[in-house]
T-cell receptor
Framework: NAGVTQTPKFRILKIGQSMTLQCAQD?????MYWYRQDPGMGLKLIYY???????DKGEVPNGYNVSRSTTEDFPLRLELAAPSQTSVYFC????????????FGAGSRLTVL | GQNIDQPTEMTATEGAIVQINCTYQ??????LFWYQQHAGEAPTFLSY??LDGLEEKGRFSSFLSRSKGYSYLLLKELQMKDSASYLC??????????WGAGTKLIIKP
């Protein structure tokens, strides 16, 4: 099992450019999440999905979009990149039952200049 | 508002014991998690508490007091590889996770 796979690991964008962070999991998890992590701050939820075809906003959704066409994939789209979107992005997934423990991807470090 | 407080940084000696505290004020409570995050890596799950008391897992233990809004993570027989950030997270009444900023633990020989 690969777990949660994120690509790319690093990316530099210019202001106004767009890009998609890819996330795939092979654990048949129902729930998937996108977080951003900024220095000195807790993880912030951007978007989440409870199953294919269902997505919902988290705490900081502005400037981002997601889709969930399959159970495995949960891409995060950044439209019109801004310096405030410079961050480390983590995709995570979890199984709905029990403690609902998150399994994280390795992270994507994005810099917007 | 919802808030998770934990110390920013702690230093301990190899072989010793360290306790990392976490206090929380959230809208409801449906469990408290501790995750470990090595520099430049993803968080990994350490422990989960939903009832008051101590949960022990090898060298790591986690304690919860719901009435006090308080938890701690106890690490025994510290090893250099324990140098990492430790993240406290609480699941609120909407089953959303609220995360603390993390405690960076530095282990010295």
């Amino acid at each position: 099992n690969a777990g949660v796979t994120q690509t790319p690991k690093f990316r530099i964008l210019k202001i106004g450019q767009s890009m998609t962070l890819q996330c795939a999991q092979d654990m048949n998890h129902n729930y998937m999440y996108w977080y951003r992590q900024d220095p000195g701050m807790g993880l912030k939820l951007i978007y989440y999905s409870v199953g294919a075809g269902i997505t919902d906003k988290g705490e900081v959704p502005n400037g981002y979009n997601v889709s969930r066409s399959t159970t495995e994939d949960f891409p995060l789209r950044l439209e019109l990149a801004a310096p405030s979107q410079t961050s480390v992005y983590f995709c995570a997934s979890s199984y709905v039952e029990g403690a609902n423990v998150l399994t994280f991807g390795a992270g994507s470090r994005l810099t917007v200049l | 508002g919802q808030n998770i407080d934990q110390p920013t940084e702690m230093t301990a000696t190899e072989g010793a014991i360290v306790q990392i505290n976490c206090t929380y004020q959230t809208s409801g409570f449906n469990g408290l998690f501790w995750y470990q995050q090595h520099a430049g890596e993803a968080p990994t799950f350490l422990s989960y508490n939903v009832l008051d008391g101590l949960e022990e897992k090898g060298r790591f233990s986690s304690f919860l007091s719901r009435s006090k809004g308080y938890s701690y993570l106890l690490l025994k027989e510290l090893q250099m590889k324990d140098s990492a950030s430790y993240l406290c997270a609480v699941r609120d009444s909407n089953y959303q996770l609220i995360w603390g900023a993390g405690t960076k633990l530095i282990i010295k020989p």
